[in-house]
Nanobody, 124 residues
Framework: QVQLVESGGGLVQAGNSLRLSCAVS????????MAWFRQAPGKERRFVAT????????YYPDSVKGRFTITRDNAKNTVYLQMDSLKPEDTAVYYC?????????????????WGQGTQVTVSS
């Protein structure tokens, strides 16, 4: 019943910025924590960013901390991932995710719904 649709991926040069969007369908959006994960070829899907339902709590792994920013606009049912100072190692398919948890989502096992993914390619 809950659907997530990512957009905003593309090909950029290292050092540039990109903003991903995730549009969520469902009446329970405001009650769900949101997260972004990414998966590079041959690698496991890894946590990128998360935000609590109210937007008051945000968390990032060290690999993107200081470069990526997750935000949400509950009025628009949309979550964003602003990616600055992109590096070639950021190249991956980025997935939006959500689940009916009260805090934040930092592991794939906590995800109830996934988006279809959007490709981000960073050239050197």
């Amino acid at each position: 019943q809950v659907q997530l649709v990512e957009s905003g991926g593309g090909l950029v040069q290292a050092g540039n910025s990109l903003r991903l969007s995730c549009a969520v369908s469902g009446r329970t959006f405001n009650n769900y924590a949101m997260a972004w994960f990414r998966q590079a070829p041959g690698k496991e899907r890894r946590f990128v960013a998360t935000i609590s339902a109210s937007g008051s709590i945000r968390y990032y792994p060290d690999s993107v901390k200081g470069r990526f920013t997750i935000t949400r606009d509950n009025a628009k049912n949309t979550v964003y991932l602003q990616m600055d100072s992109l590096k070639p190692e950021d190249t991956a398919v980025y997935y939006c995710a959500t689940g009916p948890v009260t805090a934040v989502i930092t592991a794939t096992q906590d995800v109830a719904y996934w988006g279809q993914g959007t490709q981000v390619t960073v050239s050197s």
